[in-house]
């Protein structure tokens, strides 16, 4: 059975090799590579992809570029169908875990890997590694299908589907790995997918984003290395199921001391552990959809789970004497990311802010140093990443319908034009605010429980403070949800807030709607100008200081005479009866370009409903019955603190 385990780390690799060597480059280099970087000038003094097809003012990353080979429906349908697998064999080694003996490592896989230096290729799977295993692998298949029908640019969606499948071998990778070294490995190759998932597929600010993204990752993780090295130093082993049998035997109090601050400094970062959180909220907000879904559901996990898994049951003596730091930076997170939460105006930007404050439970969790803070964090963990996917999914949705993210320029009443969208957006805050019943409740309220009665040797008064201040904590949570809540879906659907002026400096009236935009694109709406008999079109955007909106119903008149019509992306736009009906489109003897609005908006499509569902059912399954999680996790937490 131990064939399960590599069959989730080579099913995704085999899945990006086998794209690279069916794609055949348009313009073979003299090197005959199949994959380049390629960043260039365009004219509007941005740099950009390279390609015949582009307009050359974005940046991108050319991997299989062209790839004439392979048509479009096989790249969409190529991602699921790779991922799927992987998402069944995860299925399988849920089903066949001995839930008995969740304590110790199952289907281990131990090889040497480079001899001279005794590192040896360890892989396993115990109650705290095979609820993130099964996660990565169903966020990752969603992802997936979502993409379907919500591709980027055509020529680009190769390399999407490549940097994906490169990024899922390395986060099921962390949680397998029982070798330090192994762990660190498969640490490090998360960072540069996820850069590019940024960097070319993101948002306007996207380059900025990437490079504060791998600028902090990076020096967290030479921070991290330097700690795993000193406790290989004083162990002489990296073997993780040894260390933490060991539970800190061979390292003095000061090493053990040392080694934390190292570790857990690289973790933080990834966690993100406040103040070391700068990056998080640029990348979630710049961020295509799907890497805002994997850096939440999964990447945050993988800081969290190193606590859990090394620093915590490996150097006790460390983690006893920095918990209260690790306590006060953990309450400070979530205050000030409540606190940031109510002061944004961005949708994606704030739930950003809200992982931040969310991962300070979890941190809180693990600080108290007791199974019940423990599997608190873990918990959090899992409950986390269903619930902050679910509502990065219905961001991106919200903002490709709209093209904007601006709740200010939403205009509120999205429960009366888009009941089902809104419905779930509404579900998806409430469970994000710990509602009792739903998945979100039981980390937040197991953490304050832990810091009640932390471990012995802590301070119980200076954790009663935390705890009061974590119960604060989830007063503002509840309140800048239901605030975006009330901005968002309630109100009347024509009474938008934030409008720009219409001509004269009268407001618009009540029929005139927003844009639809570009999906995932924050950058100015593209418009198009009708061209009449005797007169010439021009592209150019309907408002100078205002680039998001137009008005789409009562269409006013340009100096030139000319009315504007927005152009919407297909996957936010219902189809006209004449499409339906097979009419040629407008320019081919069609007549003049329809005007569309709010009014031709879709809801929420089958291929969303489908990449949505199960985060749906299993925030409500873990909510009502929580003991399907926590007893998975409990006999692994109670091992790696029975020494203490």
């Given amino acids: 059975m131990s064939a399960l385990l590599i069959g989730l780390l080579a099913v995704p690799l085999a899945g990006a090799v086998v794209l690279m060597l069916l794609a055949r480059p348009s313009q073979p280099s003299e090197a005959g590579d199949l994959v380049s970087l390629s960043v260039s000038s365009g004219a509007g003094g941005r740099e950009g992809l390279s390609a015949p097809s582009a307009a050359g003012d974005r940046e991108g990353l050319s991997v299989l570029s062209g790839a004439p080979g392979l048509s479009v429906p096989f790249m969409r349908w190529y991602g699921p169908v790779v991922s799927g697998v992987t998402l069944v064999l995860a299925i399988v080694l849920a089903v066949s875990f001995d839930y008995g003996r969740a304590a110790r490592p199952q289907f281990e896989i131990d090889r040497a890997w480079i001899p001279g230096l005794d590192l040896r290729f360890h892989l396993g799977v115990d109650g705290i590694s095979l609820p993130l295993v099964v996660l990565t692998a169903l966020l990752t298949f969603l992802c997936f299908l979502y993409l379907v029908r919500h591709k980027p640019d055509g020529e680009r969606f190769g390399a999407l589907v490549f940097t994906l499948l490169v990024l899922e071998v390395g986060m099921i990778g962390t949680f397998l ?235 509120g009443g999205m429960l009366g034009r888009l009941p089902y969208l809104g419905s779930l957006l509404t579900f998806a805050c409430v469970a994000s605010l710990g509602l009792p019943g739903l998945a979100g409740f039981w980390g937040e309220m197991l953490a304050l429980l832990g810091a009640f009665r932390p471990a012995p040797g802590l301070s119980r008064p200076l954790f009663l403070v935390f705890m009061a201040i974590g119960g604060l904590g989830t007063v503002l949570t509840a309140a800048y949800f239901l605030l975006m809540l009330s901005r968002v879906t309630h109100g009347r659907p024509d009474e938008p807030e934030g409008r720009p002026d219409g001509p004269g400096g009268e407001a618009p009236g009540p029929a005139e709607e927003p844009l639809v935009s570009t999906a995932e694109a924050d950058e100015e709406p593209r418009v198009r100008i009708i061209e009449e008999p005797g007169t010439g079109g021009e592209e150019r955007p309907a408002f100078a200081e205002e680039p998001s909106f137009v008005e789409t119903a009562a269409l006013p008149e340009e100096p030139s005479g000319l009315p504007v019509e927005p152009v919407a992306t297909e996957a936010a736009q219902a189809p006209t009866a004449s499409e339906a009906a097979g009419v040629p489109p407008p320019g081919e003897g069609a007549g003049p370009l329809p005007v569309l609005g709010f009014g031709r908006l879709r809801d929420v499509t089958p291929y969303e409903l489908a990449a949505w569902t199960p985060l749906v059912v299993l925030t409500v399954v873990l909510g009502l019955w929580p003991k399907a999680l926590l007893a998975v996790t409990d006999p692994a937490v109670q091992a790696f603190l029975g020494a203490r």
């Avoid at 001391?257 to 190292?262: K, S």
């Avoid at 606190?339 to 930007?349: F, G, S």
């Avoid at 509502?391 to 993210?405: P, S, W």
Wanted: one cysteine or more; hydrophobic letters at 60%.
């Fill in 177 to 411: 790995a029982l070798d330090l070294l192994l762990f660190f490995v498969f640490f490090e190759i998360v960072l540069i997918p996820m850069y590019f998932v940024i960097a070319v597929w993101g948002g306007k600010e996207r380059r900025a984003a990437a490079v504060k993204f791998i600028l902090y990752t990076l020096l967290g993780s030479a921070v991290l290395l330097l700690g795993l090295l000193l406790i290989w130093v004083h162990t002489g082993t990296l073997d993780m199921v040894r260390l933490a049998q060991a539970h800190g035997s061979g390292m003095s109090r000061a090493a053990q001391i040392l080694a934390f601050l190292a570790v857990g400094l690289g973790l933080a970062v990834k966690a993100p552990m406040w103040p070391l959180h700068t990056w998080l909220p640029a990348a979630h907000t710049e961020a295509p959809t799907v890497g805002s879904v994997l850096l939440a559901g999964v990447l945050l996990k993988m800081g969290t789970y190193g606590f859990a898994r090394i620093a915590i049951p490996v150097l006790p003596e460390g983690a006893a004497a920095l918990a209260p730091w690790l306590g006060a930076f953990a309450v400070m997170g979530i205050v000030y990311g409540s606190l940031a939460c109510l002061a944004q105006r961005d949708l994606k930007r704030m739930i950003a802010y809200s992982s931040v404050g969310h991962m300070g439970f979890v941190l809180l969790g693990l600080a108290t140093l007791t199974p019940v803070g423990m599997n608190a964090a873990l918990f959090g963990n899992v409950a986390h990443g269903l619930i902050t996917g679910l509502l990065f999914f219905i961001a991106g949705a919200i903002k490709e319908r709209y093209g904007t993210a601006e709740m200010s320029r939403l205009g």
